[in-house]
């Protein structure tokens, strides 16, 4: 049973379009975090909340705690944002501070 | 620039050997993780530190090594006894428990041949 889930797994966009991933999730949880990865590897934190929503340039995060579910935006969408983009929680019960991670859903923005 | 640095960032060993994979930090961060990565799955904790001379293991800690001598270093040792080590592997860190941001460094693809 996987405790975080994330859809779509994949996802083809075409530069200007809204874009929306989606992650579900199923333990209590004190925050959320997306998280961006890179072809190179590294992962690069994006947002973390743990209500409502929060903007940063063309990029939206929105948390519903009631429902267990985020949503991650991009608005006019850019071949550069192509990455594999994660979800992750911070269970409340699990190990000290760890997160629990989403199988992540692999973007790509073509020109 | 404060960061999280690993070394090296690929890695080749032959079966049977044990490798260390350096993770350092100068954020000084109370907390340290060690992740694993394989293709489809999502990250899966191997061990933590929440302070120093102090670590704990993770759910896939077997065949795994680590120490915390020092804050702001965190090595990883695979050992011989990992039955698969091939993978990628993520080191991170945060400033505490409570809900704080987590840093990651880029990671290290080990390779056993």
């Known amino acids: 049973k996987n405790e975080v889930e994330q859809s779509p797994q994949n996802l083809t966009a075409q530069e200007g379009e809204f874009i929306t991933i989606n992650c579900s999730y199923s333990v209590g949880i004190s925050a959320l975090h997306w998280l961006q990865q890179h072809p190179g590897g590294g992962i690069v934190s994006l947002f973390m909340l743990s209500s409502g929503k929060k903007k940063h340039g063309r990029l939206i995060a929105t948390i519903n705690i009631q429902e267990k579910h985020s949503s991650l935006h991009i608005t006019a969408s850019h071949p550069r944002d192509s990455a594999v983009y994660i979800c992750?929680?911070?269970?409340?019960?699990?190990?000290?501070?760890?997160?629990?991670f989403g199988k992540g859903t692999k973007l790509s923005v073509k020109p | 620039d404060g960061g999280i640095t690993q070394s090296p960032k690929y890695l080749f060993r032959k079966e049977g050997q044990n490798v260390t994979l350096s993770c350092e930090q100068n954020?000084?961060?109370?907390?340290m993780y060690w992740y694993r990565q394989d293709p489809g799955q999502g990250l899966r904790l191997i061990y933590y530190s929440q302070i120093v001379n102090d670590f704990q293991k993770g759910d896939i800690a077997e065949g795994y090594s680590v120490s915390r001598e020092k804050k702001e270093s965190f090595p990883l040792t695979v050992t011989s006894a990992q039955k698969n080590p091939t993978a990628f592997y993520l080191c991170?860190?945060?400033?505490?428990?409570?809900?704080?941001?987590?840093?990651f460094g880029q990671g290290t693809r080990l390779t056993v041949v």
């Open positions: 954020l000084n961060h109370d907390a």
């Open positions: 992750a929680v911070r269970d409340y019960g699990g190990s000290q501070g760890n997160l629990i």
């Open positions: 991170a860190s945060r400033a505490g428990l409570l809900n704080t941001e987590a840093f």
